[in-house]
């Protein structure tokens, strides 16, 4: 057995994915992607992932995109390896059904509203300090229609309308998330879960900065404490301490460059 994680900095979805490789103690090689330098568009890269993102995990030269999908696939090929409190997913149905429920929520109505934020206060800068000439090579290197639009929008700088509704989407999870961590003591049910994980890696780590008028410390307490509990764990502490070359002024966003 030989697993390959290509990945940035742990942060969103380079997080995502480290955390279940530390919490279920498997061996695999680290290949860091430099995002910044657009690594992730080189044809060394595109040759192992067409779509040009990270992460990527290759297993015996099987090769997994998307973190959602990683994650499961961990389970589904490491059954036997887990943290000693419970499976990352859990074995009933119900569990599952629960946990996949909240993932479907993360990836559809938390995710990309996140980003936009973050792309909207750092990655704007980036794109407009490239060359016009330089930015449009950038804009054919990358293979998603939907990346490249995205880049192309965060030089010209996203509406303030847009804006506005993505704030509104992440009000609307912290609370459903303050909301159900006072019914159950991880988001999913009793025991940690992928949904824990998914949650914590794009939203969960840098809400308050982002948004300090959310006053998350009075908002969402349930929060804060499922978040000291998220990072008190051994296989999360493990992921955060990954190698980090982000520029200090970067490190409080939430990295989805692509």
Partial sequence: MALK???AEPVANSLKSMIPLKEKGLAFESVYVDLHKFDQHQPWFTAINPEGQVPVLDH???IITHTTVINEYLEDAFPDAQPSDAPLRPRDPVGAARMRYWNKFVDEHVMNFVSMHGWHRMIGVIARNIDSGDF??????IPLPDQRKKWATARSGFSEADLANATAKIEYAVDKVEQQLGDTRWLAGETFTLADINFFSHCGMMVE???PDMAIA????RLVDWRERMTARPGVAAALSGEDRTAPGLRTWTGHVQ
């Fill in 60 to 62: 015996d030269g099987t």
């Fill in 209 to 211: 900065r982002m948004f």
């Fill in 5 to 7: 994680y290509y990945h």
């Fill in 218 to 221: 009075t908002r969402a307490p």
């Fill in 136 to 141: 449009e090579k950038l804009l054919e290197n």
